[in-house]
């Protein structure tokens, strides 16, 4: 499970640092079609022909959360053998290909018949708005988390304090809670 997690959080991380290396290389991102509102601006657009001329900008407009998760990255990226990258990559392929799919899935629901220009804007919005619903998400869910698990550390707490100098936890019996267990 552990392993696993770590995993996720590392492609995640390459998955970020892909598109922030990409964008600072020449690739400019894609802007949406109207501002988002109570949204801080976009970047600015990096063209290929002036590309690190812009990447320090780019740079400065990350906060310093960003910028050390982009710097861990690249650095955890640099240090993975070859097979472990070459899996990350193809496992950000497969995740950009679903949520291709899934945002094309999302036009159709929505009846929407637009050319290619506006479908590239739609997909690009839908991208924008999902990221931001499951970073409230996996926000809200470790908050939830951390208000739980808190009562059960103090319970366990004064569980092994009472239990004084026994060694092995395994001959005691758990205290009976309301709470369901995890």
Known sequence: MDRRRNLNVVVAGVAFTLTVSG?????????????????????????????????????????????????????????????????????EGWRQERLKREADAAMRASGLQLEAERR???????????????QELRRELREKRERELAPVVERLKKEFTQQGGSSSPATTTPAASGSPKQ
């Open 23 to 91: 964008s600072l290389f020449g690739q400019p991102p894609v802007q949406p079609s109207a501002p988002m509102p109570n949204a801080p601006a976009p970047p600015p657009i990096v063209r290929p022909e002036q590309p690190m001329r812009q990447a320090p900008d780019r740079w400065r407009s990350m906060s310093p959360e960003d910028r050390q998760r982009f710097q861990s990255n690249v650095e955890r990226w640099r240090q993975m053998p070859p097979e472990e990258r070459r899996e990350l990559r193809e496992r």
């Open 120 to 134: 590239q804007q739609f997909e690009a919005r839908y991208m924008q708005e999902r990221k931001r619903i499951e």
